[in-house]
Structure formats: C-alpha cells, structure tokens
C-alpha cells in the first residue's frame, strides 16, 4: 500500500473543499470495503483518503408515508436487511442487501458506497432502479439531485464531479398494490457476484390492471439496463401466463451479456427470460394480496 494522506472532515463542505484540492487524486471511505481491498491490491492509490464518518447526518435512516425513505451515506447494507421498513416497503431492496457479499462485509459496507462503486453487477442498483430512486449530492458548486438510473455512466464511471459527495438515497414511498422483487441468480446467492439478476416493481390498479411497472437487469450490459419494450407489453393490461412470456422474452432479447469466467452470454441472456418470468409472476401475486 503507497502512502496517502488521512483526513476526517466534520462538514460537507470541509469534505468537498478537501476533493477540491485533490483535484481527482482523493478517494471518499465510509465503509471501506471496497477501497481498502483495491489499496491493498495497488488498484488504487490515492493520494488523499478522506474518511466521512464524522460528518453529522450522513447516517439518517428515515421513512414517512409521503416522503418515502431516506438513507444516508452512512447507513449499512446490513442495517437495510434488518429494517422492517425496509422488509415492510421495499422488499427488493431488503433482498439485495440480504445478498450482498457476506454478513462481516454487510456490517461494514454501505449503500452508498456500492451505489457510487458502479459495477454492473451490484445487487443493489437493480431495485433502486426499480424503485425509481433519486441521489442527493453535494459539492462546492452547491446541491443537486440525479435519479440512480442517470447517475452510472459505465463500469466503474458516475457523473459525480471529483469534489461531489453522494450524502443521501432517496426512495418514493410505494403506492397501494404494489409488489417488488429482486432475485439474483449466481453459484451462490452470497459472497458472489450476480451472473445475471432481475429486480421488479409492479402496481395494479383497482381494476388489476398493470399501473406502473419496472424491470432492470443487472450484469447483462455496463450498466443495469431497464426493459422498457418488456415493460410496454404489460402495462395497462391484466397480465396472464402468455403477457409474462412474452415479457420475459422481450427482457432476454434486450439484455447485451458478456461471456466470462462465470457464465456465456447465451446462458446469462436465457437466465433473463427465466428470472424475469419468475420475478414478474411473484411481484404481480404480492400487488394483488
């Protein structure tokens, strides 16, 4: 490991100033599971490490019926597993945090912090997505709000400037009727990347007609990608047996897999249609209880 320079900001503005200086050379840690592994391995080597665990307000973890929920920089993977809110309003979620990496990690690692990480296989950016999630950051040039689904540029790449910091993940609280689901499919459901996972979101109206609905892919493109043709063929119908194949297909035909190590892309792209099929068929029945 190189030498850096070690600092604990109190304030945002401290925390972006410091980035600012560092003009890209500086790296934030809340959790550090991730940036001490790649320091450790000279995959990163910043010249600044700028700890933001002393920045009050950064660990708010907060739900209200009209706002939606509220999480920090700060907040745990783990803390959202164990959440009955989370469990109660956005099930996907508390799933893909139930998957992600192993418990000693879970307790460290941070939501955040995988968001920003921005691999195309991260168990928590497909429910996000889903959820219609939006990004709070702060920088020197002032505040702004990005949904999830604008913030991933690529693998690894945000729009985030290098004086920004990501301080809270917003989610709108769900409407009646409403199922989510986030299924991942790998060797192992845990200490594992995802070969391929679905996340979706389904409300019915009271009709049972599809409302509003969501389906994003993980580790089948450089980015989650959003089945918008799958999403089309269900919206505004009562969805049977035929729509959910024929959704799940459009799901397959969308997806650009890679070959690699852990599967060809013709298995990941047939595992699309199978988990979207899966994933469609449970978030309907739960929208409907």
């Given at each position: 490991m190189k ?5 604990e ?9 410091l980035l600012q200086?560092c ?6 840690m809340?959790?550090g599971?991730?940036l001490?592994?790649?320091m ?5 080597a ?17 739900f ?14 783990r ?10 309003h956005?099930?996907?979620l ?16 941070t939501?955040?912090?995988?968001v ?6 991260a ?8 959820d ?9 040039q ?10 991933l ?10 004086d920004e ?9 769900p409407?009646?009727?409403t199922?989510?689901v986030?299924?991942?499919h790998?060797?192992?459901s ?10 979706v ?15 994003v892919?993980?580790a ?8 918008a ?19 799940s297909?459009?799901a ?14 013709g298995?990941?792209r047939?595992?699309?249609r ?9 978030a ?6």
């Open positions: 030498f850096f320079e070690y600092a900001p109190t304030s945002l503005q401290e925390a972006a100033e200086s003009a890209g050379t500086a790296s934030l809340a959790g599971t991730d001490l592994v790649m450790k391995e000279h995959v990163r910043p010249s600044h490490v700028v700890n933001i665990k002393k920045i009050p307000g950064l660990d708010d973890f907060s209200t019926s009209e706002g939606g929920l509220c999480l920090g920089a700060l907040v745990t993977t803390q959202i597993e164990t959440s009955d809110i989370a469990l109660k956005y099930a996907s508390a799933k893909a945090c139930t998957d992600f990496a192993s418990i000693q990690v879970r307790n460290r690692a939501l955040v912090g995988n920003c990480r921005a691999s195309p296989s168990d928590s950016l497909p429910p996000l997505i889903a219609g999630a939006v990004l709070h950051i702060y920088g020197t002032g505040q702004r709000q990005c949904r999830v689904e604008d913030f540029q690529g693998r690894g790449r945000t729009t985030l400037a290098t910091i990501v301080t809270h993940i917003q989610l709108p609280a409407a009646q009727r199922g989510k986030y299924i991942k790998g060797r192992r845990q200490m594992e990347l995802a070969t391929v996972g679905v996340a979101s389904v409300t019915l109206n009271a009709a049972g007609k599809v409302d509003s609905i969501s389906i892919l993980a089948v493109g450089p980015t989650p990608l959003r089945a043709a799958a999403e089309a063929l269900l919206k505004g119908r009562i969805p049977d047996e035929q729509d959910i194949a024929a959704a297909l459009a397959a035909i969308a997806a650009t897999p890679i070959s690699d190590v852990r599967a060809s892309a298995y990941r047939d595992m699309v199978v988990l979207t099929a899966r994933s469609l068929t449970q309907i029945k739960e929208a409907q209880q």
